[in-house]
């Protein structure tokens, strides 16, 4: 891959960390400020708070799933812009033929060609890259 597409794939990848730490920094905030509530024991102010803020415990567990989907979304970020870093970038793991530049428009993390990819999937039946939440 030419150096300037290595360019264009890890300003998507950074832009993407940098969106996906702010949202983790939002649900870090609400988790820290739900368990400070609940800490005082005082359950209807702790109602009250919720109420104010739009959430309740649905919404809490909500939140705490996406929190750890983020952090595997930001696993992957963080080894593709590795492999952007050691040249292996744009390399199908698997085959080692080109993952494509349309798909890696799409999701900028792929580690595999579509050919391996859905191969992949019929064998294990489930993605192991969470890509479809891109
Ligand atoms: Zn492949």
Redesign the pocket.
Known sequence: MKEKELEHFKNLLLGKRQEMMKHMDAIKEIEMETTLKESTGDHSAYAFHMADQGTDSMEREKNFFYAQRDGRLLYHIDRALERIENGTYGK?R??N?PIGEARLEAVPHAT??I??KSKEEKAAGESEEPEELL
Do not use: E, K, P, T
């Open positions: 199908c698997s085959c033929g595999l060609c050919q391996c």
